[in-house]
Each structure stands twice: as structure tokens, then as C-alpha cells.
């Protein structure tokens, strides 16, 4: 197996024909063999940013697109060694499972033993055993997924890119394969840039997190960096909850004041009612299995969630005090 590469991204902007801007100018580096996840709200650029890497869409004058030591801005998706798997998945209805995972071989002219072997190699490696004379109509949306993961890896490509591969599934099936998909990508080592609007999923799959809004990149880094030191509002909020309180804050208790603190809710505490706290009170307990989510009101009309351990015993109406643990200026 030869080794991975890094993906540079030097002035990659988009400009769409009406002048409108896609894309600003970006800078990023994907490492070898990592896999990096780009995350933001629909519209924001990272289909468009994907599609720039795979060469789909061709980038503004001046962008480089870099495959290790390879300039391949200017070259067609088919020269560039990529393997994509789609929403959509785009699995063949007129073939077999098999045929699916060969196909990219079979237009490479490699003779049909090897690409049977290579196909059932694949079909091994995601867990499919057995279903390579399958019809794609007799699979779930999990077992499509993981054909069209196959597919992509037969050609052993480059570079891996995945757009929001999961987000067909229902909840359960996703939660499942989230895991299912991180552990192969660690295994395979193939450097991957995978789009999603899911923070769960950018923060279970990515080594690494970019994350955009309207065009620009925000920061990058990995789940924990972004989510403990983020570097705008943009990112703490789009990362996990963001609750913001104007109020002071001595020994770590909410009292009367004009500051503006910001903080995440499991970093909140409640606790009995204190005469020298702000007056605080349980509007709704929503239990959730490992945790309870708290709505808590104070008495100026100012509210946040708080999220507790399941064990946590208050009930809607009950008056509270409300401490923090490393809340962050805003």
C-alpha cells in the first residue's frame, strides 16, 4: 500500500456564472491518511468545496489543488484517482452487488477474475459476505451505503470524498453506522474529506473539523479544540449548544449583573435556592436517558437549557440557584 497523500488547497475560490461567490479564497490542508470533516449549514460551500476537490466544478483562476506533489486543478475527476460515494449512493439497479463494486474496474479493463476477486475483497472488508449476487433493491439503506463505500475503494483511490453518505438513513441506522464508518476509515488509512451538517457525525468521523459559513472557513481543528476554544460565535454555536445569560458571577453562582457569560449546558449546575443568587426556576425537565435537559427561567424573562446527570431529581416549578464551571466570556 502506498502511502497516503495530503491534499492542498491554495486560493480555492468559486465564483458561479451571475458573479455570485460560492466560495471565497481558502486555504487548507488535508494530512495524509486523516480524515477531515467539513461542517456548516446547508448552503455554505462545503458541497461546492468537495466538488472543487473531486473536479467537478473547476475553481476561480488562481486556485491550486494539490494530490501530494501533484497539481491537479486542471485535470478531470477520472485522472485524479478519487473515490466518491454520493447521498444518493448511485448504486446500478441493473446490476448485482458485485457488479456495483466492480464497475470502476471493469472500465479499467482489468480482467474479470481479478476485478471478482477485488470486488469480493471489498465486500469482506464492509461486512457484506455472501451478498455479492444480491439485486441493489434487496438491500437496506445501511447495506447501499456500504456497496457504494466499496465501489469508491475499488479503484484504490488517492483520496476518499464522502457527501453526507448517512443522511438518507433513519436515526438508529445512522447512529450505528457512524461507528461502523469510523472504524473502517481508521483501518484504510486513505486521506478523506467527508460533508455533513451533523455535528455528531463531523465530531465521530472527522480527525479534524473544518467548519464554514457563507463561503468562509471558520476554523479547523479537531472536535475538542473547536468545541472548548472556539474561535467565533459562529463556531461555538454551530458546535454544541451556546447558552448566554447577562448576569454576574461570584464564586461561580449566577448573581445580579450586567455581564454578558456564555457557556455550554452541561457546565451549568443547579443547586437549592440562595438568598445572594439570581432567583432562578425549573420550567421543564425532559429526561433523556443519560442525562436530563432542564429549561430554567430567570425572573427578567432571560432562558437556558442546563443539562444534568439522569440522577438529577428536580421537577418543573422548583426554584433553583444556578452555578458554573468554566463559563466563557463573551
Known sequence: MTDPVAI??????KTWPDGSRALEPIDLQVRGG????????S???????????????QADAGASI????????????????????FQSYALF???????????????????AAARDRRARELLALVRLDGFAERRIDQL?????QRVALARALAIEPRVLLLDEPLTALDAKLREHLRVELAQMLRQLRVTTVIVTHDQDEAMMLGDRIAVMSAGHLEQVGTAEALYRAPASDFVAEFLGTLCRVRAGLRDGLLVPGDDALAFRPHEARLDAPRADALPARV???FFLGGSVRYEIGLDDGQRFPVVAPAHSGHAAGDPVSVALAGPRPS
Not at 8 to 13: D, H, N, V
Not at 34 to 41: K, N, Q, V, W, Y
Not at 44 to 50: D, I, S, Y
Open 8 to 13: 492542498t488547497l491554495s486560493r480555492c475560490a
Open 34 to 41: 486523516e480524515t477531515l470533516a467539513l461542517l456548516g449549514p
Open 43 to 57: 448552503g455554505c460551500g462545503k458541497t461546492t468545496l468537495l466538488r472543487l476537490i473531486c473536479g467537478l466544478e
Open 66 to 85: 494539490r494530490f501530494g506533489d501533484d497539481e491537479v486543478s486542471q485535470l478531470p475527476p477520472e485522472a485524479r484517482g478519487v473515490g466518491v460515494v
Open 93 to 111: 439497479p441493473n446490476m448485482s452487488v458485485a457488479q456495483n463494486v466492480a464497475y470502476g474496474l471493469r472500465v479499467r479493463d482489468m480482467p
Open 140 to 144: 437496506s439503506g445501511g447495506q447501499r
Open 283 to 285: 420550567l421543564a425537565r
